[in-house]
């Protein structure tokens, strides 16, 4: 298994999450940036008890967050069957 990659983020963008988020009652939208999401792109609540479940159990792996940033998204823009140019600069 994989480390999470620092300055990544792109599984608290570009996934929709339907369970709910603190700050983010309704869970949020494919594309959405998490309001836990940092400018460095780390988790503000990572290591917090109110991290959602689905959060949780999401690991990284080189199958889905492949090399760098840029093959994260566009592998998590494919899963949500979405564009992912949109999110490169997000």
Known sequence: MME?????G?????????S???GMPNGKPAGVR???????????IFNSPLR???CEQFK?????CGKNRE????????????DYSDFLNT
């Open 4 to 8: 999470c990659r620092k300055g990544c």
């Open 10 to 18: 792109a599984c608290c963008i570009v996934p929709s999450i339907s």
């Open 20 to 22: 709910a988020i603190p």
């Open 34 to 44: 998490c309001i836990h999401l940092t400018e460095d792109y780390r988790c503000n």
């Open 52 to 54: 959602p479940r689905v």
């Open 60 to 64: 990284a792996e080189e199958i889905i």
């Open 71 to 82: 093959e994260a998204i566009r592998n998590l823009a494919a899963l949500e069957e979405i």
